[in-house]
Structure formats: C-alpha cells, structure tokens
C-alpha cells in the first residue's frame, strides 16, 4: 500500500520517475523498485545527495526520516526549491525543514509507528481499510517551518486533495516578513529635491519614470504579499565590473541574491535571462534617435486626402440628395437644376434659388449643412497631407548616418554597453558609427544640453523617449511638429527582475500577473506615463476615414427620405385645402343664388342732351 500512496502522489505531480535518498542494501532497493514498477514509477535510488546536481528538469524526491537525518543535511539549499517534489515519509517532520527555502514544496506521510518501509509481503502493512494522511509542510523563512492538513489516501478512493487551496494561500502570506528592493539612486539629490530618497521615488512630477513605474510595482507585489518594504539605495544600475562593490549596484545586488527585487525595470537579454528573473512585465517604452526635421517642398507632391471609401460615399450622399431635391421641386426649372443646385451647395458656392415648397427647403437645408461638413473633412484632409509629406529628414540608421546631422547620446548603461561602446550585429547601426566616427569619448551629452542642441536643429539625440517629454514643454509649437524619431531599440516590455531561481521568484511571478489582471499595473502605467506635447497645427488636421464620413452619410440619407415624407405629407395638405375651398364654394352658391334678369323693376332712364 505505501508504494501505492507513493505513486499516486508523484503523478499527481505528473512525474513518472523519482530520486529516493535512502542508504539501502542492494536486496532492499530491489524490492522497493520492484514495488513501483508495478505502480507504473520509476524511480532511481541512491545514497548520495550529489545526484541532484543532475537533474535541471522537474524532478521528484522521496525521503524516509532517519534518526539523525544526516542524509538530509547534506542536501544543498537550491535542491529545496520548487522544481523538486518532495515527499518525506515518517511519523515526525525532520528538523532540517525548518530551514529550507521558501518556495520548498515538500509534503509528509505519516505512517504507523514500526510500519515496514520496503518489505515486499502486503500482509505487513496497515490493513487496507486504514486512511493515510499527508501533510503539507508550510517553510517561513523567518517563523520555520509547520504542518498542515493537504490530503488523504485510502485503497478505495485513491489519492483525496483536500486542501490545496488553502495551501496555495498559505504561500501568498508572507506574515511581514522584510523583502527587500534594490533602487538605483539616479537622479535624486538632497540638494535639488526637497525630500527624502522613498518621497522622490513617490513623487510623479519628477523624471526617472522607469526606476518609479518598477518601484512601485515592487512595492504592489509586496503588499499583495503581506511582506514588509525594505529599500536598499544603489548608485548605479547595471555596473558589474567591480565584484567588490557589490553594495553600489543594482545589478550585483541582485546577482548576489542580496535583495529579492529591483526597482529598476530591465529588458528581457540573452545575458541577462541565466542570471536574472523576470518577475512581471510593467513598461512600455522605445528609445532611439531624436531630432528636428526640416520640411521639403511640396511643389510636386501628389494630395490624396480622400480613400476611395470616402469619395464612393461622397457619391451616394450626393445621389440621394440630388434625387431628393429633383422630387420634391415644386417646378419644372427647380427640377432641372437639382443636380446642379446640389453640387453649388457642396461647393459652397450661390444656388440658384430658394425652393418654395417645405420639402424643397427641408431638402436645401439639408444639403446646406452637408455642405459644412463635407468641406470641413475635405479641407483637414488637405492640411493633414501637406503636413504628413512636407516634413523631410532620414528615415532609418543608414539614412541619418548620410545626413549632417551630429550624433549624440544620453549616458545610460544600456546605451553605453549595447550601442557605442562595443560591436553590435546591426548593420545600420555600425554603419551609422563609421559614418559619424563615433567614439565613445565624446559621444555622450547631459539630456539638459542635448535637448538645446535638438532644438537648433543640428543634433539627432539617442535617448529613451520617455526621458524626453518632460523637456518638451520648451519646445515651441513649429518645433513640435517637426520632431522626427528613429528606433534604435524596438517597443519591448521591460520587467520588474529578482535574483535568478530566488525562492521567492514563483510566488511574486504569479502575484505580478494579479496585478496585471485586476488592472493595478494598466493604472500605475497610465500615472507615471509622461505624455508628449502634439503639435498644434497638427491637431487642426487630423485624417479623415471611412469611419468618419459613415454618420455623415446615414444623417444625409435619412435627411433625405424625410424629405419624401414631408413632400407626401405637403401633396395631403394640399390637396385637403383645395377641397375644403371647393366645398365652401358650393356651400356659397346654393345659398344664394343669381337673381334672373327683370327688366321691369328697374326704372326706366331718359337720356337727356
């Protein structure tokens, strides 16, 4: 029966093979292997705890408690992590587990006192009718570890897991404990900030978005935790040249596994991902070239300010108006010109005349109204391509490495060590740095002294964007619109990182994925985001779509079969005037009639000379 509980535990884990740590003879290992095997479980058994070193993949462990345990001190610290399941089988939990690591997921099977661990006669074991319980060891890192009511196993029901939810619970609390974040110390300064380092890094006025967006994320997994905040100030980020100073950068700190979190969002890299993880994605941003453009001319450029859904649109309004005026003409000379009448409104130019009848005005009114707005998006559309193929300046890399533009860049790690200082296997890019015979030496620009530069025209500044905004508001509006980028690095996410396989990393990697489903993380973006100026003129002129002209077009064709309703309803009236007037004509004339002609009751007249 215990080779049964054995193997229903492992493949609820879904593993197929295991490790049992056990200092058997060669008869005992034969026996119990021979047990699993009719379980469907391999298993591996050996005396040596070395044979974990082995094993990358996730891997099942089985233990049976011991006087002494000294097999089991004699595990390494990074074998009790999460990607080892552990089941320990004894009566009493080892001391040693009070002092493993927290993401340790083991469990223990109590059997009965003198219960024969590897004999092949059935009739040893507990009678079959027995329950079996197995515990979920709990492992704090500062309160030890504890036990807890997980499952149960009898012959019938097989393997009952009873409390896992409750277990995962347990692992998400973690009871105050002190988690500490590494925070490069950037741009802060007693002198120019008025306020401690935790006040600056709150403070959403100030620059260095990237360190504050991943701070505060840092600080949202913790809470999420239960944990306590302990920050821990860097002077750099990525340096790790000088393995001494470890305390002065972020990155060593977290190499070290001095700190469990960085407050400095990173980028996913080929180096970075053996030694760093990646705890939650929590910044978008791009970096690259910044610079004025100058605008070319525009003698020989084609204007396309309308797609061919648009005009095709056009068409149908100005049908279905035409065909609404022609009907509703009350002569025959408005009839003739309801086309034309039709494209003068348009055009905004004098119509011939005024319709006299109420659909006829109802339908002018329409085409007038019409008229505004369809010359309205025609003339944005117009301004908005004068303004998007007037404005010259490279392009690409290669193109800005041809222009007159001079090359500078913020000082940054990732600048310095992935883009200036060492061979990149980007084409454009080392082009660019032949042609402008970078050198490091002079290449980099305090941001303040770049955006002058930028200003005058002369200077394509590689900074991050973000960084930028902030410094636009000097900028004037004719300066706006002629700021041009160009992408050295693509939009990546960047991440909030932990030191690599930390025994804390799965448990804050699924809270950071909380954060982002609940919306906390799309909250803390959009408050720290700094958005850039637009350009006013560019704000006139916005493009025209389909989507634009749709109302336009149900309005004027519903405008115009109202017109067909309102020319019914004046044909009734109409009509039920001249009925009514015909009918008091009759009324008049019985009434009173035409007297006949008498001649004899008129006297006679004597025409005198």
Known sequence: MLAAVIADFFKYKLLRSIIVLACWSQIDRVKFLRQLSKQGLSATISCNPDILESIHLLQGVLYFTEENNLLLDRVKPEHFSHNYKWMVVGDEMPNTLHHVRYDVDVVLLKTQPMTPKYTEDDTDYPTFNETLYIEDIMVHPRDGASEHAWAYWTKYSGLKVTHDRERTLRRRNFRNYPVRIAAPISNYSPKTYKGSFIDYMADTTMHDAGIRCGYTASELIIEALNATKVVQVTTTWLQKTNVSEAHTSMFMLLLTAQTELAAGALRPTYERISILDYITPIWLFSVGFTYLAERDSSSNMYIQPFDSSVWWSCLV??????????????????????????????????????????????????????????????????????????????????????????????????????????????????????????????????????????KRGTLAYHAEYHQLYSHYKTFSDVELCKIKKIDTIPEKMSWVTAPHRGQFTDVMRSTGMWIHEIGLARRLILRTSVQPPRCRAAMLAERVTFTDIVPLLGVSISAGFLSMILLVLEIFCAKWKRSNKKNKGLRSHSSSPVPEDNMEEFPSITYTN
């Open 317 to 454: 309004i100005g049908f279905t108006l035409a065909l609404a005026q022609r009907i509703t003409a009350s002569n025959s000379e408005e009839k003739a010109e309801a086309f034309m009448s039709v494209l003068a409104t348009w055009l905004q130019q004098d119509a011939n005349a005024v319709p006299t009848g109420i659909a006829g005005r109802w339908t002018f009114s329409v085409m007038s109204i019409c008229s505004m707005l369809v010359h309205a998006y025609y003339t944005s559309a117009i301004v908005s391509a004068l303004m998007s193929s007037g404005r010259g300046g490279p392009n690409t890399l290669k193109e800005l490495g041809d222009s007159n533009y001079e090359i500078k860049s913020e000082y940054q790690d990732f600048m310095n060590s992935h883009f200036f200082n060492v061979t990149t296997k980007w084409y454009d890019m080392e082009y660019l740095k032949k042609k402008k015979s970078i050198k490091p030496s002079n290449v980099y620009l305090d941001i303040e002294h770049g955006v002058e530069k930028i």
